[in-house]
């Protein structure tokens, strides 16, 4: 079945640095990645959508300048998060789909992110 | 509208019980219906998905019940097991390149043993 690899599953980063999550689908190729945070107990929250070779779409009230997408290829995504803070620590999920695989969704592990 | 409304918020089970977890949509064209299972500190996975063709999927003790009518889908857990304690997520959208999950808020399951 479809694969997605994400990392790393945990990093901790000091305030005002920046971070870079990676999302590869490894046996298909993922014509549009999705990027998604979660809160401890509560749903998955779409940040952004991004299609290989065009700019990201963001949701509402999701900084862009923040939170920087790149879909470079059709096998990898990925989330940078810029000047990092606090409240930015979050986990951090990205998810995969293809029209080979039915559009399904495949989602990475996710990504612990602890800004301190 | 985009939602999609998931109850309950938390269930407990006995071992060998029924789950039963429901959802509601609004948005009519929405037509791929999945449900993921997460634990904590992992990624959603795919447990099971339906489309609006057909009024019931099984797969194992898994069962997606899903009523066209009243925009309503349920999933069904059989013999629930203590290692299906894990937060479930119903979630909707449409068969297009490119579009997105909208998801429900989840459901926490503890199934004693």
């Known amino acids: 079945g479809a694969v997605v690899s994400q990392h790393p599953s945990r990093v901790i980063c000091k305030s005002g640095t920046s971070v870079k999550i990676e999302c590869r689908s490894l046996d298909f190729q993922a014509t549009t990645m999705f990027w998604y945070r979660q809160f401890p107990k509560q749903s998955l929250m779409l940040m952004a959508t991004?299609?290989?070779?065009?700019?990201?779409?963001?949701e509402q009230g999701v900084e862009k300048d923040k939170f920087l997408i790149n879909h470079a290829s059709l096998t990898l995504s990925t989330l940078t998060v810029t000047s990092a803070h606090p409240e930015d620590s979050s986990f951090y999920i990205c998810?995969?789909?293809?029209?080979?695989?039915?559009?399904?969704?495949?989602f990475g592990s996710g990504t612990r992110l602890t800004v301190v | 509208q985009q939602q999609v409304k998931q109850s309950p918020q938390s269930l407990i089970v006995q071992k060998g019980g029924i789950s039963i977890i429901n959802c509601a949509y609004e948005?009519?064209?929405?037509?791929?219906f999945p449900w993921y299972q997460q634990f904590p500190g992992k990624g959603p996975a795919l447990l099971i998905a339906i489309r609006p063709d057909v009024s019931e999927k099984k797969e194992g003790r898994f069962t997606i019940s899903f009523n066209k009518s009243a925009k309503q889908f349920s999933l069904h857990i059989m013999d629930s097991q203590p290692g299906d304690s894990a937060t479930y997520f119903c979630?909707?959208?449409?068969?297009?390149?490119?579009?997105?999950?909208?998801f429900g808020e989840g459901t926490q399951l503890t199934v004693n043993p």
């Open positions: 979630a909707a959208s449409m068969k297009t390149s490119g579009s997105r999950l909208t």
């Open positions: 991004s299609n290989e070779g065009s700019k990201a779409t963001y």
């Open positions: 948005n009519t064209a929405f037509d791929y």
């Open positions: 998810s995969a789909t293809s029209p080979r695989d039915g559009y399904g969704y495949t």
